[in-house]
């Protein structure tokens, strides 16, 4: 038996079976996609505790090239721009110019330019000059001691010192009050060793202390007194 021939409607019809299978068939392959692409995605991004091992390795050990590390976080911060007074406990320095002469070390005679401030709100210089010392033996303010070793001829070092390595709560007269922090901005003239070093260091101390105002006044007082007749009195010295 021959078939029968279709008619147009049922050609039709069938099309439309086919069509619609195809659009089922894709439907039910992107609902699996979809499907796994989320199981996948909740497993980066879901709980530790739904979180396969490696996942939850690989979150943990490898952190984002973006995210800031703790070792990078204490690489960059300077205890010396940091240093807040008050606060403190330890020393810093700052070399701004690195020598290139003799390197201090303890014993050494150090022979300094130095200027120092207080290092709070008033931010008063209460001291600057030269000044020549032993380094080592105690002669100076601990923070000096500790501070300067190290510092080679020619450098300049900016040293911040906390209360306990330097006046402590007892202050320096009416110039330092009690618990101060302090810093001293120091250059390194020249450093010896030995006798002749230690006897240039005390004829230097004693020329820095004549030298300065209040030293030049007591020569000046000594050197007018010798021209005083001995039974002149102060009443005789002021009457005009």
Not at 10 to 22: D, I, V
Not at 155 to 184: E, H, S, W
Request: aromatic share 10%; charged share 20%.
């Amino acid at each position: 038996f021959l078939p029968l021939p279709e008619s147009p409607d049922h050609n039709k019809l069938r099309n439309s079976h086919q069509s619609t299978f195809n659009m089922r068939s894709f439907a039910v392959t992107v609902y699996i996609l979809a499907l796994a692409e989320i199981k996948e995605t909740l497993a980066f991004t879901g709980s530790r505790s739904c979180c396969p091992a490696k996942y939850q390795d690989a979150r943990r050990w490898s952190p984002s090239p973006f995210m800031a590390t703790d070792e990078s976080i204490s690489s960059t911060v300077d205890p010396f721009e940091t240093y807040i007074p008050g606060e403190q406990t330890e020393w810093v320095s700052k070399d701004f110019v690195v020598g290139t002469g003799e390197s201090a070390k303890a014993g050494d005679v150090l022979n300094v330019e130095y200027k120092g401030q207080l290092m709070d709100a008033s931010q008063k210089v209460f001291d600057e000059g030269t000044f020549s010392f032993k380094l080592g033996e105690g002669k100076v303010i601990p923070g000096w001691d500790k501070g300067l070793l190290g510092m080679q001829v020619g450098g300049k070092r900016t040293l911040k010192i906390p209360p306990n390595f330097a006046y402590g709560d007892r202050g320096a007269g009416d110039v330092i009050p009690a618990n101060a922090d302090l810093q001293f901005e120091v250059e390194l003239l020249d450093l010896g060793g030995g006798p002749a070093a230690e006897a240039q260091m005390m004829v230097s101390n004693i020329s820095n202390r004549i030298m300065n105002p209040k030293g030049i006044a007591l020569i000046a007082l000594l050197i007018a007194s010798n021209f005083i007749p001995k039974d002149l009195t102060l009443k005789d010295l002021f009457t005009f």
